[in-house]
């Protein structure tokens, strides 16, 4: 397999610490250790290890490694750690979990949904500005979110509130914290300009929730630096990186755009990361998967950018709201000092979005070196000039206007329709450039054939349009009391703009549309399950004649549930159908949405006015939508608390959340943060130390997303390291999940090269799993092959003089319990050579505080 290098002209490459070389150092006796990664939902050291009395060894309260009592000092036993490996368990489920209230971060699902997006392009080497184009684009469209989100408050608080209901009696006297803003009161807060200025502290204070948020995280996250001697560009963007201790730090030039993940992106310059070049002494080429560089879990730069981008945006929005209802009414008052500086504030804030493109515009995140530095144009004076624009639209709006009189709403269609009709333009425009990249890249078995990244985009678009949509329509229908906005005229105001009303309508019809492929199937694990049941009970039969003692008894029940499971586990595979028409249905039901609320100007019950049962449809839909949204916010907290509190729900619905937060903040920096910038240097440098100081033998063992760890931590080990290291995966998603949906990442060109670097790997697997998988990888050349046999699930078909009890079907868990476990592991530390470690005195825990990280 070719090996990813970069030309000597551009030396972007990672200055490990010289370790051993376990191919050419003295051969001794060294311990072994089994290092436990948990899956999905979690499970504690005690579940892990098998031992009620278990002691943190290393860690804090969010990630930790455990181990039993007995085994806290094993090294040190001569005859402890020859035979059997010693366990040690990495326990990070609460980097995930813990506290309710992290509940809410479920609220920006839509921010999580458009970053998976910018990691599920096609990889495909020699196309760096394709790869480049689907980067900017993603960005954008996440950008367009974070527009849309605070536009969506902007009319409830703006509009709704301020506008429509403060201005007229009725609404206004009915709530008595509204009165205050009531013209018949006649007070200072009367006038519609200072009515919306006040309302816009409520958007305002939404975009410093965020940025808060996301700041905190930012510091607990991608601001600590991964523990290993790799260089680091530190400072200031701009001037030359600084030296840190000892190790050189790396050009400035020698940075990375994630945009392309084959393709080193210079300043200047494009290299071709393919070609070969001798390492150099002590240092390691980047390989194929861009999960092996240095800088790849350290995202402090784009993260701080694109959180300054995305805070101005959010201003700039709310003060764009407020400048331009009060420069309309000073146009048609012929105010020439008002006009003159509500021309000069509108330039401004024009300017002002100008800046924000061009801030989402600049190249991706660093990834060959750790790359410390801001850039502080962005970072500090884009969003100080967004404050600085909204405090001048708080004074224009607030400047007194006596014969200004608030009627009607705001003309909030025009700006919504605009950001829809952009959300699409990006999404195809995105959709134009996977095909292209795939067209290249030709995997297989990549998800919708390349699509993937555009199809999440346009479902996370969907999500925001809808719950934007659903919050405005529930509001105006608290508001307007007895009435319904824009239908009966008989509510105390008009309501929100026509297109939300339309969005919130298309859900009761996308639920009716997705009714069809839900019931094709359930008609398929049904007939799977009538026709996997014979070659399961032949297969039983056949393997249970080996053993005489045992009695053949088939069962219908037991052959069902036997068949069912392996087929329920098949939808997996189906997912990427199901994703794709969830997406064009949307798509074809957004455009719909558009077009009808421009054509007829008018919200679905009465755009179908006269229309007999299309009228009482739409009129369903629009009543039906708005409280779909209530219920389905309510049931979206509900269920992202019992997830976070509650392990089998985490189980459930955890490997979605999971794989979300996965993922570093590439694309949008409200999302929630990525779990692995500390899990994967946890690892990294439990391996490191652990082996260099013991020369020992090393497997580590990953169960589901922690298998996704493991593979990461691994390609993060300097080559000599590797070599003391082998890799035992189980329900592992590395393939059936990753490998499709991520194949710039962990496609079979990345799998291949983390098979051909590590000393062995095995990987275990079900056919009734639902998540894990094979990894379908070749065999090396005189090597067993990665993926072991399917795993018999249940062990046995039913009672028998060995098994007195029925086995239970496990599907993805308790792989341990299987023995086959325990033999794929010892095979695995057999084919591990232990060298003499670089200390040779005796074994004291290494110290890792440098590389714990608070989650906040």
Avoid at 267 to 274: I, S, T
Avoid at 535 to 554: H, Q
Avoid at 560 to 572: E, K, P, V
Wanted: aromatic residues 8%.
């Amino acid at each position: 397999m070719t090996r990813a290098a970069v030309r000597p002209t551009s030396p972007a490459r990672e200055r490990v610490t010289p370790v051993p070389s376990a191919m050419s150092a003295p051969k001794s006796e060294g311990p072994a250790l089994e290092l436990l990664v948990h899956g999905v939902g979690g499970a504690s050291p005690q579940e892990i290890l098998g031992d009620p009395r278990t002691v943190r060894v290393s860690g804090d309260e969010k990630a930790a490694i455990f181990r039993r009592c007995d085994d806290e000092k094993a090294e040190r036993d001569p005859e402890r750690g020859r035979d059997q490996p010693i366990p040690e368990a990495y326990c990070w489920s609460n980097l995930t979990s813990g506290n309710s209230a992290r509940a809410l971060w479920l609220l920006l699902l839509p921010f999580m949904v458009v970053n998976l997006a910018h990691w599920m392009r096609p990889r495909a080497p020699g196309r760096p500005g394709m790869s480049r184009a689907y980067g900017v684009l993603v960005r954008l469209v996440a950008l367009s979110l974070t527009v849309l989100l605070t536009a969506a408050a902007c009319e409830v608080a703006l509009d709704l509130v301020a506008w429509q209901c403060a201005g007229v009696a009725s609404c206004a006297n009915s709530r008595s914290w509204l009165g205050f803003l009531s013209p018949e009161q006649g007070g200072w807060w009367s006038q519609p300009g200072r009515r919306l200025a006040l309302a816009s502290l409520v958007p305002t204070a939404l975009v410093g929730l965020l940025w808060y948020l996301s700041n905190r995280t930012w510091n607990a996250y991608e601001s600590q630096r991964p523990p290993t001697g790799a260089e680091v560009a530190d400072g200031e963007a701009g001037p030359g990186p600084q030296q840190r201790g000892s190790t050189a730090a790396t050009d400035s030039s020698a940075t990375h755009d994630t945009d392309d993940a084959n393709a080193d992106v210079d300043a200047d310059v494009d290299v071709d990361v393919d070609a070969e070049v001798e390492p150099e002494p002590g240092v390691r080429p980047a390989g194929p998967s861009a999960l092996g560089r240095p800088g790849f879990w350290y995202g402090r730069r784009l993260v701080a950018r694109l959180r300054a981008a995305h805070t101005a945006v959010g201003l700039l929005t709310v003060s764009a709201a407020i400048t331009g209802a009060a420069a309309r009414h000073d146009r048609a008052a012929d105010s020439v000092l008002l006009t003159i500086c509500g021309w000069v504030l509108e330039t401004l804030l024009a300017l002002g979005f100008l800046a924000v493109l061009a801030v989402v515009f600049r190249r991706g995140r660093s990834e060959r070196s750790f790359d410390a530095r801001l850039d502080r144009v962005a970072v500090r004076r884009l969003p100080a000039a967004a404050i600085a624009l909204w405090v001048l639209a708080l004074l224009y709006a607030g400047w007194p206007r006596p014969d200004w009189v608030s009627h009607g709403a705001l003309p909030g269609d025009a700006a919504f329709r605009l950001i829809a009709l952009t959300q699409v333009v990006l999404v195809v425009a995105l959709a134009v450039t996977a095909v292209v990249l795939q067209r290249q890249a030709r995997h297989p078995r990549t998800a919708l054939r390349g699509v993937a990244g555009p199809a999440v985009a346009m479902l996370a678009c969907a999500l925001g349009g809808v719950m934007t949509g659903g919050v405005a329509q529930r509001v105006a229908d608290w508001l307007d009391g007895p009435g319904t906005p824009g239908m009966d005229g008989q509510g105390n105001i008009p309501g929100p703009p026509v297109l939300l009303s339309w969005q919130a309508s298309v859900i009761p019809v996308l639920l009716l549309v997705l009714i069809v492929p839900a019931v094709v199937l359930a008609v398929r694990v049904l007939l799977a399950t009538r026709r996997l049941g014979p070659g399961i009970e032949a297969e039983y039969e056949a393997r249970e004649r080996i053993r005489p003692s045992d009695v053949w008894r088939p069962d219908r029940v037991r052959t069902r549930r036997i068949a069912g499971a392996r087929a329920r586990a098949d939808l997996t595979d189906a997912a990427p159908r199901m994703v794709g028409i969830i997406a064009g249905t949307t798509l074809v039901l957004g455009l719909g949405a558009v077009l009808g609320a421009w054509i007829s100007g008018a919200v679905p019950g009465r755009a179908f006015a006269g229309g007999g049962w299309a009228e009482s449809f739409a009129e369903a839909a629009q009543a039906l939508g708005s409280w779909l949204v209530g219920f389905g916010f309510i049931l979206f907290v509900t269920w992202g608390r019992r997830a976070y509190r509650d392990a089998s729900a985490r189980r459930t619905i955890g490997i979605l959340w999971d794989v979300g937060t996965f993922w570093p903040r590439a694309a949008h920096p409200f999302a929630p943060p990525c779990y692995a910038e500390r899990a994967v240097p946890d690892l990294t440098w439990r391996m490191c130390t652990w082996t260099e100081q013991t020369g020992g033998r090393l497997v580590i063992s990953g169960h589901s997303q922690g298998s996704v760890l493991a593979a990461a931590a691994v390609w993060q080990l300097p080559a000599a390291t590797r070599h003391q290291v082998a890799l035992l995966t189980y329900g592992s998603p590395l393939e059936r999940l990753y490998g499709r949906w991520f194949p710039a990442y962990f496609g079979p060109g990345a799998l291949g090269d983390l098979q051909g670097e590590v000393e062995g790997w095995r990987n275990l697997w079900r056919p009734t799993d639902p998540i894990g998988g094979p990894v379908l990888l070749p065999p090396e050349p005189g090597q067993r092959p990665v993926d072991g046999p399917p795993l018999d699930d249940p062990v046995v078909y039913g009672r028998s003089r060995s098994h007195p009890l029925p086995e239970p079907i496990r599907g993805h868990s308790d792989y341990q319990a299987d023995p086959v476990f325990t033999a794929e592991r010892q095979q695995l530390l057999e084919r591990l050579l232990p060298t003499i470690p670089s200390q040779p005195h005796s074994y004291e825990e290494p110290a890792q505080g440098s590389s714990g990280r608070s989650s906040g």
